[in-house]
């Protein structure tokens, strides 16, 4: 049974920083493409950033210079080190895996077999 639990979340001023953790089990984490999605309350859920089981990496441009994605393949664990936060970046986060490389290109969370439930990331001014 495939399980991804996200941890971290956390309320911040603006211009700190939080580690985001999604321990995986279930599966062969490292042939698999993970990713981080966000949702702000009233909007879509977004990508954030993904990476491939190779360790190649992709951001969303609002995200881009400030936050990091990795992970242990030894600790099946993905991270988002997110500094520099700012307000916009309040949301639920949520960890996707998907043994279908092709997605981790940016598609739609909804494409992914298999999210976590998210933890609660608040940024304030």
């Known amino acids: 049974q495939v399980q991804l639990v996200e941890s971290g979340g956390d309320s911040v001023q603006a211009g700190g920083s939080l580690r985001l953790s999604c321990a995986a089990s279930?599966?062969?984490?490292?042939?698999?493409?993970m990713a981080w999605f966000r949702q702000a309350p009233g909007k879509e859920r977004e990508g954030v950033a993904t990476?491939?089981?190779?360790?190649?990496?992709n951001y969303a441009d609002s995200v881009k210079g400030r936050f990091t994605i990795s992970k242990d393949n030894a600790k099946n664990t993905l991270y988002l080190q997110m500094n520099s936060l700012k307000p916009e970046d309040t949301g639920m986060y949520y960890c996707?895996?998907?043994?279908?490389?092709?997605?981790?290109?940016?598609?739609?969370?909804?494409?992914?077999?298999?999210r976590g439930q998210g933890t609660q990331v608040t940024v304030s001014s």
């Open positions: 279930g599966y062969t984490f490292s042939r698999y493409c």
């Open positions: 996707a895996a998907d043994w279908r490389q092709w997605l981790c290109r940016g598609a739609a969370p909804e494409r992914y077999n298999y």
């Open positions: 990476i491939y089981s190779d360790g190649t990496t």
